[in-house]
Every structure is written in structure tokens, then in C-alpha cells.
């Protein structure tokens, strides 16, 4: 089936229909959250587009531990409810693109002092199978120290106590982006990637649109929508600050790396989730003959574009390894490739990283700028529902508003009245 609106071949008729009409809706940021909601937007009649300054998830969308999951590690913190709702979407978004996500068996060794006990293990499996709405076959099942070394021979015997076994999601988190895209462009949307938005366009203190320098020739364009959404990831703040309404809550960046290793040098056959001497929990993925092994979870500050492994990062995954695989002699020499990606994650003063909360919030500066932060893969779907929403109560108010004049017209004693409900619902 042909895809519309996605061809790089029709990228400069693309630019003549980004210009040459007002659109509903112009999200910036082609990331899982910015097409999610260009295909929720789309698929409802607005108008959309679309404007990423790198290729469609060329930033976090495409950096993360490839797994569409619920949380578990939340039930610790509390997060009964993100675990609640992002469970249950990992369910949609595995009926929506079994294509690029597949059932997988996680395996997490339970281990004297460790941080998941036999109990704790047991009542938070059962907990997440309820408030995930897990199906019947893919429910835990507790597993004693025996059964967990015939399943993964390499994990630690020392201390081991059992283990819980339950399904996660795995999944090819950039193409998943990309099938989300192309499916935005079957509705109509306009997406065009490598075109940088520059800055922004107002009318009456209010954002109408962006100035934007397309990344490969150079040329420069404005682009006009009734509502500009800033889904920009780690760049979410940068927006802000040419919007003016950078204050409040704002973004703390956390990098996480992935170390891959062929099998033959770790011998990985089942996916586990294990402890690492500091408390936190790690994955280590097998894939097509090589085990991957993430995430870290530190501050960061550097290069957005091009986050790195740094020696520390790769010592301290390489640590964990030695930690949970005694018997795995794996050292940096046997490291074939890694990738950094970076969290953007709403800042809460005091907190550690691994403690901030994976929650997505939406804001709506005065300008009417919308922006979204945080969030995780596994709930791209209801993010964009919930953002466009309000796209379509604000588009609704804003029409209404259009006949307020008229009435004013009619009666000029209405004229202060009827200023303060127009103030009032775009609020």
C-alpha cells in the first residue's frame, strides 16, 4: 500500500502545502509522542503537521530499552496508577502493531537482601497481572531457585531465593515511531523531517505558527496552524524559552546506555531483570545473537543530540553484569556497540533520577503554546489522546468565540462581558 505524504521524493511539494494552507494542528517534534499525536489528530479531520529537525526518531524514540512495558519497578514508588494505566496500554499497543512487538518471557532472580523478595515479588506480580489487566497466559509464575538456574543457568546462585517469571513487550522502538508516522501520513498528515524550527510567530501576544530552516538545503519558511504543540523531548524546555514561559516545572535530562555483547562472549538465552549492587534494576536482553544489557539512569547536561557512553557509564553496566553472572568474564574489549538516549523527565528538587516520576504532563503557556513532557514509550497512545483533547476543546472554544464580536455589535453594553468570556475560555 502507498504511503501518502511520506516520500521523500515529494518533499518540496510537501513544503508548498505546509505553506500554503493555515493548519489545525503543527506539532513540533517527530518523536513517538509528536506522531502519536499527529495520527490521533488526523484521524480525527484536523489539519496536521508535523516538523522534526533530525530524521523521525532519531532522539530518544529510538534509544530506549526496545521494550514496550508496564513499570513494574513503580510498584516500589507508589505509582499504582501509572503502573494501572500504562499497563493496560502496553495491551493496545501490542493489538495495534503485533508486528513490531512480540510477547517475551522476563525472568527477575530473587536473591537474599536483594530488592524484590519472595513476597514482595509474588503480591507485585499479582498487583501488576491486576492492574495491567495481564491475560490469563501471560500471568507471573513464581519460580523456585532450581527452576530459575534451568531457565538461566548464568545468574547468581549464591543467595538465590526464586525468581518471577511474567511477560513483557519487546519491540523495535524506532520503527514502531515509523509505522505510527506512516500512519499519520494515510490520514492526511503533513511530516516533514530535517526542518528546524527557529523560532516562533505571533498575533496579539498569542503563537500562530514557525519560522523554520530546512536542514539540508538551507531555505527558510514560515508555517501557520490555529494551535503549535511543543513535543520536542529533551528540547521541550528550548522551545519554552523562546516562548517566554520557560518557569515553573521544568525538565531534568537523565541518560541511560545500552552495552551490546555478542553471545558468544555472554551467553544469554532468557531476558531477566536483576538487581545491581547500588539497589537499582537493569535489563539484559537476548536479541538475534547478541545480549544487550541497560539502563543507567544518571543526570545530564551535554549534547542533546548526541548523548555518549562514557567510561563510567560502561564500567558501571559492565560491574552489574559481573554482579548478577559471576561466571560471564566479559570486559570492555568484548563490548561490540552502545547507545546513549536521554530521559526528559519534569524536574522535582531532591530526588535522584531513578526517583523521578516517569509522568507525563501537559502546559499551556499564555501564548497558547501546548507542551508535553515526559512519559514513557509504552504510553505514546494515551499521551497523544489526552493532548489532543485539549486541541479539541480549545479549537471549539475558539470558534464559538468568533461570533462574540457580532454580538457585540448588537449590543456595545455587552462588549466587557463578552471580552472577559473570550479571556476566560482560552485560559
Given amino acids: 500500500m502507498k504511503i501518502r505524504n511520506f516520500s521523500a521524493k515529494e518533499r518540496a511539494k510537501r513544503y508548498e502545502q505546509l505553506t500554503g494552507e493555515r493548519h489545525d494542528v503543527l506539532v513540533v517534534g517527530g518523536g513517538i509522542t509528536g506522531v502519536g499525536i499527529a495520527l490521533d489528530a488526523a484521524s480525527r479531520g484536523m489539519k496536521t503537521a508535523v516538523l522534526e529537525m533530525q530524521d523521525f526518531a ?8 526496545k521494550l514496550v512495558h508496564g513499570g ?10 501509572l503502573v494501572a494505566e500504562v499497563g493496560k496500554e502496553r495491551a493496545i499497543v501490542y493489538e495495534n502493531g503485533p508486528h513490531v512487538t512480540t510477547p517475551e518471557r522476563m525472568l527477575l532472580p530473587m536473591h537474599t537482601g536483594g530488592t524484590f523478595g519472595p513476597l514482595s515479588t509474588a503480591v507485585g506480580l499479582m498487583v501488576y497481572d491486576l492492574l495491567a489487566g495481564v491475560k490469563r497466559a501471560e500471568r507471573r509464575v513464581m519460580l523456585k531457585p532450581e527452576e530459575v538456574v534451568q531457565k538461566a543457568p548464568l545468574v547468581k ?23 505510527v508516522a506512516k ?5 492526511g498528515a503533513l511530516l516533514m523531517n530535517y526542518t528546524k524550527v527557529t523560532g516562533l510567530i505571533y498575533e ?22 490555529k494551535k503549535v504543540i511543543n513535543a520536542t523531548g529533551p528540547w521541550v524546555d528550548v522551545l519554552r524559552e523562546q516562548d517566554g514561559s520557560n518557569k515553573g516545572k521544568m525538565l531534568r535530562l537523565t541518560k541511560g546506555i545500552h552495552l551490546v555483547i555478542d553471545q558468544s562472549k555472554f551467553p544469554l ?101 501546548i507542551t508535553i513532557a515526559g512519559g514513557k514509550l509504552t504510553g505514546y497512545r494515551k499521551m497523544s489522546e489526552t493532548v489532543v483533547d485539549l486541541v479539541a476543546k480549545l479549537l471549539k472554544q475558539d470558534e464559538a468565540s468568533f461570533s462574540l464580536p457580532r454580538a457585540r455589535n448588537i449590543c456595545q453594553c455587552q462588549a ?8 476566560s475560555m482560552t485560559s
Avoid at 546462585?157 to 509505522?179: C, F, Q
Avoid at 543507567?296 to 563510567?312: G, L, N, Q, S, V
Avoid at 559481573?322 to 561466571?327: G, T
Fill in 204 to 225: 496579539q501576544g498569542k503563537v500562530v505558527g514557525v519560522h523554520v530552516e530546512d536542514q539540508i538545503d538551507g531555505k527558510t519558511y514560515d508555517v501557520y496552524a
Fill in 416 to 423: 466587557g462581558t463578552s471580552a472577559g468570556r473570550k479571556g
Fill in 72 to 81: 513494574l519497578r513503580y510498584l516500589k514508588q507508589f505509582e499504582v496508577a
Fill in 269 to 369: 538465552k532468557q531476558a531477566i531483570y536483576f538487581d545491581t549492587p547500588d539497589g537499582r534494576m537493569v535489563f539484559a536482553i537476548p536479541r538475534d545473537g547478541k545480549a544487550y544489557v541497560g539502563t543507567t539512569d544518571t543526570f545530564f547536561d551535554k549534547d542533546k543530540a548526541h548523548p555518549r557512553m562514557t567510561t563510567e557509564d560502561r564500567d558501571y553496566i559492565l560491574e552489574a553484569i559481573h554482579y548478577m553472572f559471576p561466571d560471564v568474564n566479559v570486559t570492555a574489549d568484548d563490548i561490540e556497540s552502545s547507545w546513549a538516549g536521554i530521559r526528559p523527565l519534569i524536574y522535582e528538587e531532591g530526588k535522584d533520577p531513578s526517583e523521578i516520576s516517569r509522568k507525563d504532563e501537559i502546559w499551556q503557556s499564555e501564548s497558547g503554546l
Fill in 183 to 187: 500512519e499519520a501520513a494515510n490520514h
Fill in 58 to 65: 532519531a532522539g530518544t524514540s529510538s534509544r530506549s530499552t
Fill in 157 to 179: 546462585k549464591d543467595g538465590l531465593v526464586g525468581g518471577g517469571y511474567y511477560v513483557e513487550y519487546r519491540t523495535d522502538d524506532a520503527r514502531m515511531t515509523i509505522e
